[in-house]
């Protein structure tokens, strides 16, 4: 079993940035692919970034490639979301999820994530 535990999400101002930090516990996370997904008020939950299980391969939706980077620091058992440039389209609950993966290609479909965090909102202003 692994526990994630998101946090950093809050109100910006359009064009402003925020760190989210997802915080691991359990098992190693060493041997989990890391995702943030995101929900967003009436629609579905949408891939935003992933990272494989030892920060040497990511990927990024193409809504927030350029803006947003994902990186893990295995010591800490935490992986981060760097959310630059955001945007009112950005506004939802973002999620942390772990996928046990040894593989270099982090998988990119939720439904490949074994563990979820409860989620952090993240509000953009216009």
């Known amino acids: 079993q692994v526990q994630v535990v998101e946090s950093g999400g809050g109100l910006v101002q359009a064009g402003g940035s925020l760190r989210l930090s997802c915080a691991a516990s359990?098992?190693?996370?060493?041997?989990?692919?890391m995702g943030w997904f995101r929900q967003a008020p009436g629609k579905e939950r949408e891939f935003v970034a992933t990272?494989?299980?030892?920060?040497?391969?990511?990927y990024y939706a193409d809504s927030v490639k350029g803006r947003f980077t994902i990186s893990r620091d295995n010591a800490k058992n935490t992986v981060y979301l760097q959310m630059n440039s955001l945007k009112p389209e950005d506004t939802a609950v973002y999620y942390c999820?772990?996928?046990?993966?040894?593989?270099?290609?982090?998988?990119?479909?939720?439904?490949?994530?074994?563990?979820w965090g409860q989620g952090t909102q993240v509000t953009v202003s216009s």
């Open positions: 999820a772990a996928a046990y993966s040894a593989s270099y290609h982090p998988p990119l479909g939720d439904d490949k994530y074994d563990f």
């Open positions: 990272i494989n299980w030892n920060g040497g391969s990511t």
């Open positions: 359990g098992r190693t996370v060493r041997t989990y692919a």
